[in-house]
Every structure is written in structure tokens, then in C-alpha cells.
């Protein structure tokens, strides 16, 4: 069996659990693209987290203490482009956020996930609307009254929180794939998918205006970096897992009513689909291709 190892990308709350979990179900229940062939080992941790959601709660975020800050399993999947026979196994390492914000921070990468970004043949890396961990860039004729008031504030709090804006952790993160991506397995322009979650949560009109649009007005200096590196074949994706939120209680009555494989998208340029595999079914066409 071919494996193709994607790796999750994103800082701290930006999704992937959440992700994850919903692209499993979606594979296991036949409703996407692609579809499970065997059922994987080490799945019970994206189980526990698909049991959240189907109880109309989203998956807590990772726990910091995982093993090396990562819980992985291999999924051998396939697809109608594919011969049935001879499916693709993908490793999908999910490595807590806190990992990739102190990578940014210190411009520095455990060897260990050198080695995997070089072994990847393509990435997805998750950005989460509405996250309070996200931080906008400085403006530097308020800043300087802000700064002193966050000095205090992360003296009194000791979440993870960084002073580098998104949009810049964003861009350093694309500079380590550029560098770094596939460079051991052959494949000439590994396919990276931004994938913009928690969909749901943005108001209609800035919506209809589809992902690209969203990065290019809320992270222009990454949605620049786009059409700057040559070596990546980059698209943008928006994901709402279960296309609400369950803090919205007639949402929630709703979801909990009816059936998840009803519930969920992913917008491509303006369309919206139920299927929440494309854009890891996008990501491994790049490198069947090559
Ligand atoms: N409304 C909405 N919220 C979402 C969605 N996906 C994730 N969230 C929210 O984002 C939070 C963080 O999601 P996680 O999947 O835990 O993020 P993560 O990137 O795995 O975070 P770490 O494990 O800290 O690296 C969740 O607890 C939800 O509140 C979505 O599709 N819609
Ligand atoms: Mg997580």
C-alpha cells in the first residue's frame, strides 16, 4: 500500500482536532470523496473527539502533554480516482498548536517534525475565524498604551498567547513548508490547503465572498504570500465542521434533531459542498499526479 503522510499545521485553537474528527466520520460513513478501507489503529483519540461533536459539542483542544505533543494515526483511505485494491495510507499527525506557535516564535523546529514536513507529501494549514487567540497587527500610533495594558494582562494569565500578529505566524509557518515540504519524497510541488475554519462563524456577506477574498482582506501579507511561492501549489479552503455553532441553542436543538452528515461544508472559490474530505482528497490528487 502507498502511504502518503499529510501533516496538520496551525497554532493553538485553530481547528484540526475538530477537523479531524469530522473528516473521519465523513471517510468511515462513505459520505465524501474518499472513503476508509480498514479500520485504523490508534483512532480512539479522533473517536473521542467525534463523540464530542455528535453530543453537540465541539472536541476540547489537545491536550499540551500528549507524547511529544501529538496524537497520529494512519488511515488507509481511497477514492473513485482510485484503484480500490491498492489504497493510500495517510498519517495524520495532530500536533497541539502550541507546537507551531513556538516554532514561529523561536524560528526553530524539533528535529522530529523536520523530519516529518520533509517525509509529507502535502499539508494542511488551519486558521480559525473568531478565535481569541488570534491577533491582529499593531497599530503603532495605539500601540504604545496596549502594550503596557498586555504586559499586565499576560502577567496575570498564562494562556499561550503571542504578540506576533496571525498574519505573520501564518507567513513563517508557510516559509517552514516552503523549505521544508516533501523535500524527501520526490514530489516536485507539494499541495498545501489553507483551510479557514469555523466558517460558520463569519457574517453572510464577507462569506459570499468566498475564502481567498476572507484571507486576502483579514491576512493580506499571507494571502500575498500565495501567489509568491513557486515551489507550493497553495488553495484556500473555508470548513465549518458542523456548519454552526453549538453556542447557538436553535443551531444545537437543530443539529442534535438530525443526522451529522447533514450538517458541515467546505467553500472552494464560491461553492459550498458537503463533502469534507476535499481538501485532503485535493491535497493527495497533487501528489498522484507528480
Ligand atoms: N463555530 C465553529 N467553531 C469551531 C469549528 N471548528 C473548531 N471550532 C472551535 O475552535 C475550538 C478549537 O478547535 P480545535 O479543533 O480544538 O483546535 P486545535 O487546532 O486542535 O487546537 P490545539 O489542540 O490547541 O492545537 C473548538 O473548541 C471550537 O470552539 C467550526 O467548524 N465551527
Ligand atoms: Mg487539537
Known amino acids: 500500500m502507498a502511504t502518503q503522510s499529510i501533516i496538520l499545521i496551525g497554532g493553538p485553537d485553530s481547528g484540526k482536532t475538530n ?8 471517510i468511515r460513513s462513505g459520505h465524501g470523496r474518499l472513503r476508509v478501507t480498514q479500520l485504523p489503529e490508534n483512532i480512539d483519540y479522533v473517536e473521542a473527539a467525534l463523540n464530542h461533536l455528535l ?3 465541539f472536541a476540547p483542544r489537545s491536550d499540551k502533554n500528549l507524547d511529544g505533543g501529538t496524537a497520529s494515526c ?31 516564535e523561536t524560528c526553530e523546529l524539533p528535529a522530529a517534525w523536520l523530519d516529518s514536513l520533509q517525509s509529507s507529501f502535502g499539508a494542511l494549514l488551519f486558521v480559525r475565524v473568531g478565535s ?3 491577533v491582529a497587527p499593531l497599530d503603532w500610533v495605539t500601540a504604545r498604551p496596549l502594550m503596557k495594558r498586555d504586559v499586565a494582562l499576560n502577567e496575570a494569565n498564562d494562556e499561550h498567547k503571542t504578540e506576533i500578529s496571525t498574519d505573520v505566524q501564518l507567513c513563517e509557518l508557510l516559509r517552514f513548508l516552503e523549505l521544508t515540504l516533501g523535500t524527501n519524497t520526490g514530489v516536485k510541488r507539494p499541495r498545501v490547503a489553507i ?4 466558517w460558520d462563524r463569519l457574517d453572510r456577506e464577507t462569506a ?44 444545537k436543538r437543530r443539529f442534535l434533531e438530525g443526522k451529522l452528515q447533514e450538517f458541515g461544508y467546505v467553500v472552494r472559490q464560491q ?19 507528480q
Open 271 to 289: 461553492a459550498e459542498e458537503r463533502d469534507l474530505t476535499i481538501p485532503v482528497s485535493w491535497v493527495l490528487q497533487g501528489a498522484e499526479r
Open 19 to 26: 477537523y479531524l474528527a469530522r473528516f473521519w466520520e465523513t
Open 55 to 57: 453530543t453537540g459539542k
Open 195 to 198: 483551510l479557514v475554519t469555523a
Open 132 to 134: 481569541e487567540l488570534n
Open 74 to 104: 494512519s488511515i488507509a483511505v481511497t477514492g473513485p480516482c482510485k484503484d480500490p485494491e491498492t489504497p493510500t495510507e495517510v498519517y495524520v499527525p495532530d500536533v497541539t498548536g502550541e507546537l507551531w506557535a513556538g516554532a514561529v
Open 208 to 251: 459570499s465572498k468566498g475564502p481567498r477574498q476572507f484571507l486576502a482582506g483579514e491576512y493580506p501579507l499571507v494571502a500575498g504570500r500565495i501567489d509568491d511561492v513557486s515551489r507550493l501549489d497553495i488553495d484556500v479552503f473555508g470548513v465549518s465542521v458542523v456548519g454552526g455553532d453549538f453556542d447557538d441553542e436553535i443551531f
